[in-house]
């Protein structure tokens, strides 16, 4: 729910909460972004001819300064590639008071109103806003402070310390925090805040930065100004995601699979200055499990709120964002939303979407089961925030990038390390090509080519589909469940088609379709939409409805894997694999996660989430069960 905001007489905003205003009077929210914080961290001329600059901000609150920020890096031609901007906010406020307080500066209202459009769903945890092409990108650590940041593994070039006042919100202002605030910083980061409280002097002081009070801008007489320079040596603890060594400089690299999570990965690292070479097996794109006629990408609610939970929210934000800026909605994808139905033995395994923390989910209204055929007391949920993809269509979209070559019926056999750089091999021991970074992003044969990597397995579906009959009663949007259907979906040389499915058959890898598995598709269709499965069987004939199969990766837990395999003894080579049956919803994350994870930026999910998929589980889990196993043995003897 959002922050409440008042707005006074005066037209300045003010917060309930911590009894305090935004901002002083009407214009001083702009003179003090841009006179404290841009001046005061030396912007825009600290971020010219960069690659790449973060700016760290502690309280978001009405989003004045990342615009300042956004429409100061818009305007410089001298601007850095990327800009990162970090915010941390315990409350955050409606996005309508946002674009209210923007009005008052007009060269400002179209970025809010940009940001209008993804600024939702904001539940504790990370979520990534992408502006510009992904040049500008806005990490909003929704939670406390001190815990988020802790949640981060970056180094920020400027910080903005802002909050309400030091004597109402005191958290923000602690020297726990601003401990926090130190561990993202390097030696030299500049930071600027517009109060000059001793508390707060003293506790920057103690956290390594030098401290100055510099003229401030009215009505408030000083502001201070400081850089983070310790007079000890920086040991900052490793975390288990953060990179040994400086990020590397954008160069040649190989991405193997050319399926979503390879097209994903390889867009990634061409938007961050990589040549990227795609290699890939079959002769074109997305010719394994992402050949699916249609999916659907959704949020998969859960009674704790698991990690598949979380991580399928993130995902939902990041495909949205992929889809929305490369494929023509109403033909190639649609955000139409998903209507999820509970069947009788799934009832119970998530709690109500309030209770879940499910951002734009709830329960499925009156008209929304009619629409469906379905009972007015059925218990359903509706997704907003969902829809469906034609797989193939967004990985043509992702590869068509000029830092992006193609190379189809390539097969490699297997990796091998030779100076610094990675040799991709045929079976005959031929070089296809050398680079110094190689990704790995081919699904169930990725274990093939890196070797031994436990806890990985195949899971083959089957959908049915036909193009859709006169009259045929297709809901709006895709329904899930106990299977899924889609329907109207455009098809270019027939109309519309509906898709059915899909199977779940572990260890098989046969892509051969079966008779046995269509009537397993349409006998779910029967439970899942009665009345639709009824036309369909009474008036498309048999021989009319086919069939397609795919292969998917899964790991153990239903996780992706993304990360090094083993920075320490295989530096440069890296996995983006097992999306299982959510690849339209994990991997344009999964490939942000990579892209963050390597070049050293914010990352797009807090730290726990973003160690969960990282391969070193597969390895942990591994000797794990090696130890048991061990014991069982000595209990035997």
């Known amino acids: 729910m959002a922050e409440p905001v008042q707005w006074l007489d005066d037209g300045t905003p003010y917060n309930p909460r911590f009894r305090d205003r935004y901002r002083s009077e009407l214009a001083a929210g702009l003179a003090q972004a841009e006179g404290v914080f841009m001046r005061g961290c030396g912007l825009p001329d600290a971020w010219r001819g960069q690659r790449s600059f973060t700016i760290l901000e502690t309280g978001f609150g009405l989003g004045l300064n990342f615009l300042v920020a956004w429409a100061a890096w818009r305007a410089d031609p001298a601007r850095p590639e990327r800009l990162h901007f970090v915010s941390v ?370 899971i083959r579906g089957q959908v049915s589909w036909a193009p859709c009959a006169p009259g045929l009663p297709c809901p709006p949007w895709p329904v899930n469940g106990r299977g899924h259907f889609i329907g109207n979906v455009p098809q270019d040389e027939e109309g519309t088609i509906w898709l059915a499915g899909s199977t779940f058959d572990r260890d098989h890898r046969d892509v051969v379709t079966s008779d046995a598995d269509q009537q397993h598709n349409l006998a779910r269709l029967h439970e899942l939409l009665p009345t639709t499965a009824k036309v369909i069987a009474r008036d498309t004939p048999a021989a009319d409805i086919r069939a397609w199969a795919g292969v998917r990766c899964a790991s153990h837990d239903r996780l992706p894997v993304v990360g090094p395999i083993d920075a320490a003894s295989r530096p440069g080579l890296w996995l983006c694999t097992a999306m299982g049956s959510r690849g339209l919803t994990f991997a344009p994350l999964a490939a942000d996660l990579l892209a963050a994870r390597l070049h050293h930026e914010p990352l797009p999910l807090t730290a726990r989430l973003a160690a969960a998929l990282d391969p070193a589980r597969l390895f942990a889990r591994q000797q794990r069960l090696e130890r048991q196993d061990v014991g069982h043995a000595g209990d035997a003897d």
């Open 89 to 458: 906010e315990a409350f955050p406020a409606g996005i309508d008071d946002m674009v209210r307080s923007a009005q008052a500066h007009p060269h400002l209202l179209p970025l809010a109103e940009e940001l209008r459009g993804q600024y939702w769903g904001l539940t504790p945890g990370v979520h990534r806003l992408s502006f510009d092409e992904g040049r500008v990108l806005l990490t909003l650590c929704v939670g406390d402070a001190r815990a988020m940041l802790l949640e981060q593994s970056f180094e920020a070039d400027a910080v903005f310390l802002d909050g309400f006042s030091p004597s109402t919100n005191t958290d923000i202002w602690s020297v726990h925090t601003l401990k926090a605030v130190a561990r993202c910083c390097r030696r030299g980061t500049r930071v600027a805040t517009w109060t000059i409280a001793r508390a707060v002097r003293d506790g920057l002081a103690q956290c390594g930065f030098s401290v100055r009070k510099v003229p401030g801008v009215p009505p408030k007489r000083d502001r201070l100004e400081a850089v983070y320079e310790p007079a000890w040596p920086v040991r900052r603890r490793p975390g288990p995601l953060d990179m040994d060594g400086p990020a590397p400089a954008p160069a040649c690299c190989i991405v193997i699979g050319g399926g979503m999570a390879g097209a994903c990965v390889a867009r990634s690292l061409a938007d961050r200055g990589w040549q990227v070479e795609v290699l890939d097996a079959a002769a074109l794109p997305a010719a394994g499990a992402s050949g699916l006629p249609v999916g659907l990408f959704a949020p998969h609610p859960s009674v704790d709120d698991s990690v598949l939970s979380r991580l399928s929210r993130a995902g939902v934000r990041a495909t949205l964002l992929r889809a929305g800026s490369l494929l023509r909605a109403g033909i190639d994808w649609q955000a139409s939303g998903v209507l999820e139905r509970r069947l009788d033995d799934d009832r119970g395994s998530v709690r109500e979407p309030e209770q879940a923390g499910l951002a734009f989910s709830r329960r499925a209204t009156a008209q929304q089961l009619q629409e469906a055929a379905l009972p007015a007391e059925e218990e359903a949920y509706w997704h907003e925030t969902a829809g469906w993809i034609k797989p193939g269509r967004l990985v043509s979209a992702l590869l068509a990038h000029p830092a992006i070559r193609w190379q189809g019926s390539t097969h490699v056999a297997r990796l091998e390390r030779v100076g610094s750089n990675w040799q991709a091999l045929a079976a005959d021991g031929q070089e296809i090509s050398t680079a110094p970074l190689v990704v790995v992003a081919a699904g169930i044969d990725t274990e093939a080519i890196v070797g031994t990597l436990p806890g990985l397995t195949p």
